[in-house]
């Protein structure tokens, strides 16, 4: 396996771990860990994103096969940020949401 391939397959797993973060953040499973919502949201917003930026700076050197998990881990990692995103918006602008 060639150096690009394996960055790109480390990078899609820290993508779908950040995601799972994200996800699991705003829907309470992670709440039980860190009892803070802003906190676990703020967290998996910022390991989505910078797992984003290595999937795309990694997807580019690694070869076309590994391009399907990268694109399945972006995936995933886009809906965490949506997710966390909409959430820590919602709760900076409405008093009370969290």
């Known amino acids: ?17 950040a995601s799972w973060v994200a996800i699991a953040g705003a829907f309470d499973q992670l709440y039980l860990v860190i009892p803070n919502e802003p906190l676990t949201l703020t967290l998996g ?5 910078i797992s984003l930026y290595g999937l795309v700076h990694s997807a580019r050197r690694g070869p076309r096969w590994a391009l399907i998990p990268a694109t399945v881990a972006i995936i995933a990692v886009i809906a965490g940020i949506v ?3 909409s959430l820590l918006a919602l ?8």
Not at 91 to 98: A, R, S
Request: proline share 3%; glycine share 18%; no cysteine.
């Open 1 to 17: 396996m060639t150096f690009g391939a394996r960055l790109v397959l480390e990078w899609s797993f820290i993508g779908a771990v």
């Open 45 to 49: 917003l910022g390991l989505t994103v």
């Open 83 to 85: 997710t966390d995103g």
């Open 91 to 98: 709760g900076l602008t409405i008093p009370g949401f969290y």
